[in-house]
């Protein structure tokens, strides 16, 4: 059917068709667990790479065809205006000479959505030919077969991917591969000749079973499941607890798909700090709700360095009067995460014990630790952030009238997002508590006193997970009114949004417990443990910024709102400094916060499809022509630049880091060293010492350069002597042995 002098066309497209078939399941769930969009670009990619090979386009049109499709669809991704602009592709050059850098320099986190949408793009087109090669002249299809029924099975049981019919569609596709391939096998081996009837009689039957089988397998009753969910438990066993007997044990955790469920307490100590006012510690948001719990991409999007530890976010408008504050935080070495814990308004972070860049998600707000010399970081260990805590008026706060939301500003319309399998119980909810009030403070108080009234109850224990389509916030706010901070919190903004007002959820730790005063007693020392973990309310208003709401009973909001007109503070915080003030470890319920060992419930909420295009077709050869030219030039650029790095590189190098004179860049200078040394052929073997290596160099180069700079880099490293002063003495000498050869 497919060997031979000639081949049957008809059976050949088959098998094209259902290879592309079975590769586009692999992209149908990005859109489900990343911030992926557009996939319809790379659906269309590869249809477009395997119907040029099926009709064996000569390589010299097909590569640039190619190549052109992808510039036309990043261009149409990530820049605006005409595709012959000679403005974005000089941009498109920045930030791919930008992305090599990072790639070169070990800063494989910084790289650009743009350049990982490239990227993936090469590695659908090497897989495109390597199935190619696997079915049209290996015969073989069985391995990737597998490959997708597990990445379907495990995308399907630890993201809000619903793989139910993908799984039908998945054995439909692959056992007919299989038998097809097999038949081709036979041929092959038999030495019998391509005939459309032996074809007929072999594909009619195998069709006909392989459907029939699917269709009995999708009506059939399905019996309950012989093995409990996995997730908690493997979310369990990476915390080393099997103690709570089921329930999820409190604390920080990255996982919030699936909210609900009881826990056990943990007064595990997680960080101390030292301050003069209460204030909740965020660690991140999260802007998307699912119908089951919360998701966020902190890969994708764009981010900010701090510079030299100072963070420049808007996090109010300058009209919102703060007061200036500083925390000391102190964290404990068995903490396993790397993140900054920080108050919102936060301007400067200080590191104690380490000369590493510090970087923001603008997607999650997560501070955490930028480049390679950050990769091996546990935690922070102590720091210092000054902050600029608010003071809102609570008249101008109630001069921000309700917008609806098609008004809302591009950047905010993402905090209105709400899941289509949301029931309308909770839109009428929503508007029957805020019809009333003509501002978003006065809606935002009207749902956040309801969700504190007698009708709901705080409780950690009989806490329920939704079940099967069950909605989280449905089954709080009208079956069981029972829960901890996820289930207020998440209430709470849900509700806000179906009355058209953005919000979203902040997670991090409360203040903690009182634990007595500074030697000069100036400041006030606050013990947190996981038992503080929380979760709570961020709501947007134009012209003031983002405003704390705490709709969890028996808490208290820590910000400060004032009504200027009479002179007081409004609500929770006129209790506030007096409640600093005492140790509150029997004052309120302190909230405890489940995160990584939810149960998860069995089928899943999907999530919208954000991919799209738009592209006129009449320019459609100039286009592809130009972004071949381009993308070949730039490849054939990427090559001699590749191979003639270790003449080049130091250069850079020099110029990017010789003039600096902070106290990171000696660490960051001596890495790079190393790596155009082994680049010349001089690697440092495992279990060598940085001295004895520096012995070996300085024996190749005739001088003792490497073991002078080595001894100053061990100062810095292990004596903790200022790296700053280290690395002005030690620059030229860096330089020197950057540039030998």
Not at 124 to 145: D, M
Not at 275 to 294: I, L
Not at 339 to 359: A, Q, W
Not at 490 to 509: D, E, N
Request: hydrophobic share 40%; proline share 4%; net charge neutral.
């Amino acid at each position: 059917m497919l060997s031979g002098g000639k081949r049957n066309s008809f059976g050949l497209l088959l098998f094209y068709v259902l290879t592309f078939l079975l590769l586009w399941e692999w992209l149908r769930p990005l859109q489900y667990f990343t911030d992926t969009g557009h996939t319809v670009f790379f659906i269309l990619f590869i249809a477009l790479v395997f119907l040029l090979t099926f009709f064996k386009v000569p390589w010299f049109i097909r590569f640039p065809v190619t190549l052109g499709f992808v510039l036309f669809a990043l261009h149409t991704i990530f820049y605006e205006g005409s595709v012959f602009s000679p403005l974005w592709i000089a941009l498109l050059f920045q930030d791919l000479n930008q992305n090599f850098s990072y790639i070169f320099s070990g800063m494989w986190r910084d790289m650009s959505p743009l350049f990982r949408t490239l990227l993936f793009y090469v590695l659908l087109w090497l897989l495109v030919y390597l199935l190619h090669y696997w079915v049209i002249y290996q015969r073989r299809i069985l391995f990737f077969f597998i490959m997708t029924v597990v990445y379907i099975a495990v995308i399907d049981t630890f993201t809000p991917f619903d793989a139910s019919y993908a799984i039908v569609r998945i054995v439909l596709i692959g056992f007919l591969l299989l038998g097809l391939l097999y038949l081709e096998r036979i041929r092959e081996s038999e030495a019998l000749k391509s005939s459309r009837s032996r074809f007929a009689k072999w594909f009619t039957p195998l069709l006909l079973m392989t459907a029939a089988a699917v269709c009995i397998g999708a009506v059939s009753p399905k019996a309950d499941p012989v093995w409990p969910d996995p997730v908690p438990f493997l979310q369990t066993a990476a915390t080393g607890d099997f103690a709570s007997s089921g329930k999820s044990k409190v604390g920080y955790g990255t996982n919030d798909e699936a909210l609900g469920g009881p826990f056990s307490k943990d007064d595990t100590w997680v960080f101390t700090w030292q301050g003069n006012e209460r204030s909740y510690f965020r660690v991140e948001t999260k802007s998307r709700y699912t119908g089951k719990g919360w998701i966020e991409d902190e890969k994708t999007g764009a981010s900010i360095q701090l510079d030299k530890g100072e963070l420049d976010y808007q996090w109010y408008d300058e009209g919102v009067k703060t007061e200036t504050r500083k925390a000391i935080v102190d964290i404990d070495p068995a903490y396993r995460y790397d993140h900054v814990l920080y108050p919102i308004g936060t301007t400067e972070i200080k590191l104690n014990n380490f000369f590493v860049p510090l970087r923001m998600n603008l997607n999650t707000e997560k501070i955490k630790p930028a480049g390679k010399t950050g990769a091996d970081i546990q935690n922070l260990e102590s720091y210092s952030a000054t902050y600029k805590s608010p003071v809102f008026d609570v008249d101008q706060l109630r001069k921000v009238s309700f917008e609806s939301e098609g008004k809302w500003s591009r950047s905010h319309e993402k905090y209105l997002q709400l899941p289509t399998s949301l029931p309308d119980r909770v839109k009428t909810l929503a508007h029957d508590l805020t019809k009333d009030e003509d501002n978003i403070y006065d809606k935002a108080k009207a749902i956040e006193k309801y969700l504190g009234s007698s009708e709901f109850s705080y409780e950690t224990e009989d806490v329920a997970v939704p079940k099967g389509e069950q909605d989280y916030v449905d089954q709080f706010l009208f079956e069981t009114k029972i829960g901890y901070c996820d289930n207020f919190s998440t209430a709470m903004i849900v509700l806000l949004r179906s009355a058209g007002i953005p919000a979203r959820w902040v997670k991090g730790y409360t203040s903690g417990e009182y634990a007595g005063t500074t030697a000069d007693r100036k400041r006030t020392i606050y013990e947190v443990t996981n038992n503080n973990a929380h979760s709570w309310v961020e709501v947007y208003f134009e012209g003031q910024g983002w405003v704390t709401f705490e709709p969890t009973k028996g808490f208290l909001n820590p910000e400060q709102l004032v009504e200027e007109s009479s002179g007081r503070q409004s609500g929770a915080a006129s209790d506030k400094k007096e409640d600093d003030k005492k140790n509150d470890g029997g004052q309120r319920p302190q909230d405890v916060k489940e995160q990584d060992n939810k149960e998860k419930p069995e089928p899943q909420t999907k999530r919208d499809a954000n991919g799209g295009s738009h592209a006129g077709s009449g320019d459609a050869d100039r286009i592809l022509l130009t972004g071949a030219a381009v993308l070949g030039l730039l490849l054939a650029l990427t090559a001699v630049l590749y191979f003639t790095r270790a003449k080049w590189m130091p250069h850079i190098i020099i110029n990017r880091l010789k003039k600096r004179r902070d106290g990171a860049v000696f660490f960051k200078a001596y890495e790079e060293l190393l790596r155009q040394l082994k680049r010349q052929g001089m690697q440092k073997e495992e279990g060598q010492t940085l001295r004895e290596f520096a012995k070996t160099v300085d024996e190749r180069f005739q001088n003792g350069e490497m073991t002078a700079l080595t001894r100053q880099y061990e100062r810095a490293l292990y004596r903790k002597e200022d790296a700053a002063k280290l690395w002005n003495d030690s620059a030229e000498l860096w330089e020197n042995l950057i540039k030998k050869r």
